[in-house]
């Protein structure tokens, strides 16, 4: 039962993905025009057009039933996925695409397109985590709860920042008589805004923050490496071996070995650098392959929507 009800969610995928990957072919061949650079009047018309269309697709999303809002998404994820897939795995140009004239792969000259949907897409999820942090804070901020003081620091931050990062991108040169009244002449004055947020404050506190981090990971080094076992033993020594090798003290130690022959495998560095070029690095490859493959298999069971979940099960 199991195997056949896999059989049937991966055939109506497929038959879904693919009538939808020809019906996107298709209508990019009609909407063509539609993705042409274009400039004036017709520029701002086609800005408009897409806003109000976006509009219009979101309201008439939200007016579907829950049932209806999950098969949207299922067959939006279904349909993206399908689309990097065929691109990638099918020939750049073979007698299959037997009705192109070039008989090349028709989802190729489609990439840079749905490469820009997909980066104005994620510029949304800016936007979205702006207005997600600003309501939690503003929450915080009207109930007066502990810690709310932190709230008001974050709009501080995030005004300052969002004012003078778009201000120096994209707002005009300052009058002369201010630039030298703050004694600046290379830079403009919202560069110098600009640069103070954030080289001398944000670099800075970038610092501050993992200075401290790095106390908390000696402690736990410390803890780590207390010797109650034998791959603790050999954790321990590797560890001597590689901090020895990075400071001055490890090579003055076998400074007396030669630098080439046999024995110069025994200097510290030398053996700092085998354990990390060789057995550390085997044992990280190892880990990222599994992180690969299970990064794999998660991909796989979201494009397929078989995965379940806190987040993949609630009602939409």
């Known amino acids: 039962m199991r195997a056949r009800k896999w059989a049937i969610v991966i055939g109506v995928h497929l038959g879904g993905g693919l009538a939808a990957a020809v019906l996107?072919?298709?209508?990019?061949?009609?909407?063509r025009p539609l993705f042409?650079?274009?400039r004036g009047a017709a520029f701002y018309a086609a800005v408009a057009a897409s806003v109000a269309l976006w509009i219009a697709l979101m309201f008439g999303i939200h007016r579907l039933p829950p049932a209806a809002k999950k098969r949207v998404v299922i067959i939006a994820t279904f349909t993206a996925g399908l689309f990097y897939v065929l691109e990638f795995y099918l020939p750049g140009r073979s007698a299959i695409f037997f009705w192109r004239a070039g008989r090349g792969n028709p989802f190729s000259p489609m990439v840079v397109t749905v490469g820009n949907a997909v980066s104005v897409i994620a510029g949304f999820t800016f936007f979205l985590a702006a207005f997600s942090l600003s309501l939690v804070h503003g929450k915080n901020i009207a109930a007066r709860r502990p810690g709310y003081y932190n709230s008001i620091a974050f709009f501080i931050a995030f005004l300052a920042m969002a004012v003078f990062g778009l201000w120096a991108t994209y707002g005009p040169e300052a009058n002369v008589i201010i630039r030298r009244f703050l004694w600046v002449h290379d830079l403009t004055v919202q560069?110098?805004?600009h640069d103070y947020l954030f080289n001398s404050m944000y670099v800075a506190l970038n610092s501050t923050l993992f200075s401290v981090l790095a106390f908390y990971m000696a402690t736990a080094a410390f803890r780590a490496f207390r010797i109650r076992s034998a791959e603790a033993a050999f954790m321990m020594?590797?560890?001597f071996i590689c901090m020895l090798g990075q400071v001055p003290l490890g090579m003055w130690l076998t400074r007396a070995l030669p630098l080439s022959g046999p024995l110069s495998s025994l200097r510290m560095e030398a053996m700092a650098n085998w354990t990390l070029g060789v057995i550390s690095m085997a044992g990280l490859r190892a880990v990222l392959f599994g992180i690969l493959v299970g990064y794999l298999a998660m991909s796989l069971r979201i494009w397929l929507s078989l995965e379940r979940g806190a987040f993949f099960e609630?009602?939409?």
């Open 24 to 31: 996107l072919w298709r209508l990019s061949q009609v909407l």
């Open 36 to 38: 042409e650079p274009t």
């Open 314 to 316: 609630q009602e939409l």
């Open 191 to 193: 560069q110098v805004f």
């Open 237 to 239: 020594i590797a560890a």
